[in-house]
């Protein structure tokens, strides 16, 4: 059997921490082979907080994801979160290298080993470099100048670099389960590259990632990415106020938030209610859809105005004509997409991904930097097995997990 080429991404979420294995596809696509997924430990709004519960989990889920791959997880992707993150832009150029002055790929990888030629202070790191845009000879917006003529190569590109001490206990939490860490990928920027459209990347839009402990965001413009940016407030602010609003447990909490819960609380009625039980468990009592949705618009309201003040402070407010586009667990709240349009007076809608027939955005990261990550051909491993129903495994394994 041939080999075939595969990734590993991993997704140390606030909530969940995952694993996702893929196979290189035709036309630089991905199948996915399998997901390990267990509840985040050792973690907090993306921090380390636990080195070895934290290890110990990569470790549980890496192995989910090679019993169910068939593929051992040894080097992955590090999906990054925004917080800790800040953007450089800087220019790479040299000459052509063909007395035919056509460009190939060798002056394009030279342009971009150029371009990374910059300085960072020693209290941050280098993590990704990703090309904006080409210029040829002083004609620039070019996305692929392979085979064009020119005698001058420059390219665009931004640098993103992060917080060194937080990045560097990320990789030796993962480096303690036994994993090596092949590249870092931003979580939301490889969102955005796959659920905005085309149109949206290129006259302006914000990439809103609403996550359990953080609410990433990237802002495209001009066809690359403006801006990134993390609130430390998601959807454990709101469990909380609902744990405390109705006097029960947090798992309950969660439990009436995902079941009942909604937004926009004009659209709700006192009539309809559940049952809810004390933080105890001895006491039982009904609540109306109504009280529980006062108690989640206020919460989601401060979201979105955060969102709104954290653009300004940017000075990305302006290149958002397209508005915003929802993603992550979060964003599965019905009437968030009201709430989130009356907050900051911007179009919204919720992105529903759909990879290999999967579209709950409660999953979305992970997978969009696995696609991600393919697209580049970067962080290979190779496997020798014949190929199962990966797509029928997939989805048995999200209906499964999802319930």
């Given at each position: 059997m041939a080999k075939r080429d595969t990734l590993a991404v991993l997704d140390l979420g606030s909530s969940q921490i995952r694993i996702v294995v893929g196979e290189m596809?035709?036309?630089?696509?991905?199948?996915?082979?399998?997901?390990?997924?267990?509840?985040s430990e050792g973690l907090r709004k993306g921090a380390i907080v636990d080195m070895e519960a934290a290890a110990?989990?990569?470790?549980?889920?890496?192995?989910?994801?090679?019993?169910?791959?068939?593929?051992?997880?040894?080097?992955?992707?590090?999906?990054?979160?925004?917080?800790?993150?800040?953007?450089?832009?800087?220019?790479?150029v040299v000459g052509v290298s063909r007395q035919d002055r056509e460009i190939n790929a060798a002056d394009v990888e030279r342009v971009l080993q150029a371009a990374r030629v910059v300085t960072v202070p020693p209290d941050r790191e280098l993590i990704d470099m990703i090309p904006r845009h080409y210029i040829v000879d002083g004609f620039d917006g070019i996305r692929d100048p392979v085979g064009m003529a020119g005698m001058r190569l420059e390219v665009d590109t931004m640098m993103i670099?992060?917080?060194?001490?937080?990045?560097?206990?990320?990789?030796?939490?993962?480096?303690?389960?036994?994993?090596?860490?092949?590249?870092?990928?931003?979580?939301?920027?490889?969102?955005?590259?796959?659920?905005?459209?085309?149109?949206?990347?290129?006259?302006?839009?914000?990439?809103?990632?609403?996550?359990?402990?953080?609410?990433?965001?990237?802002?495209?413009?001009?066809?690359?990415?403006?801006?990134?940016?993390?609130?430390?407030?998601?959807g454990e602010y709101i469990t909380?106020?609902?744990?405390?609003?109705?006097?029960?447990?947090?798992a309950t909490a969660e439990r009436v938030k995902v079941e009942h819960g909604r937004a926009d609380a004009a659209s709700t009625s006192e009539e309809k209610t559940f049952e809810v039980r004390s933080v105890a468990g001895e006491d039982s009592y009904l609540v109306s859809e109504?009280?529980?949705?006062?108690?989640?618009?206020?919460?989601?309201?401060?979201?979105?105005?955060?969102?709104?003040?954290?653009?300004?402070r940017l000075g990305a407010a302006g290149f958002v004509p397209c508005g915003m586009?929802?993603?992550?667990?979060?964003?599965?709240?019905?009437?968030?997409?009201?709430?989130?349009?009356?907050?900051?007076?911007?179009?919204?809608?919720?992105?529903?991904?759909?990879?290999?027939?999967?579209?709950?955005p409660l999953h979305s990261g992970a997978l969009a930097v696995a696609v991600f990550s393919a697209s580049r051909k970067v962080g290979l491993v190779f496997r020798e097995q014949p190929r199962r129903n990966l797509i029928r495994s997939v989805r048995s394994w999200f209906k499964e997990f999802v319930e």
């Open positions: 596809g035709r036309n630089e696509g991905i199948d996915i082979l399998g997901i390990g997924a267990v509840p110990q989990a990569v470790g549980r889920a890496a192995e989910q994801a090679h019993r169910m791959s068939g593929v051992p997880v040894r080097e992955v992707g590090l999906a990054t979160a925004a917080g800790h993150l800040s953007l450089l832009r800087n220019r790479g670099t992060a917080a060194a001490a937080p990045i560097q206990n990320l990789v030796r939490c993962v480096e303690r389960s036994g994993l090596t860490v092949k590249e870092f990928v931003v979580t939301s920027f490889a969102l955005g590259e796959q659920l905005l459209t085309r149109d949206e990347k290129e006259l302006g839009a914000v990439l809103v990632d609403l996550g359990g402990g953080t609410t990433d965001l990237a802002v495209f413009h001009q066809g690359g990415l403006y801006a990134l940016s993390s609130l430390p407030i998601g909380s106020d609902i744990a405390v609003g109705l006097r029960t447990s947090l109504r009280v529980l949705a006062g108690i989640i618009e206020p919460r989601v309201q401060e979201i979105f105005s955060l969102v709104r003040e954290e653009l300004e586009v929802l993603t992550g667990g979060v964003s599965l709240t019905p009437g968030i997409v009201t709430v989130a349009q009356e907050e900051t007076g911007w179009p919204a809608r919720v992105a529903r991904p759909d990879f290999v027939g999967v579209d709950n």
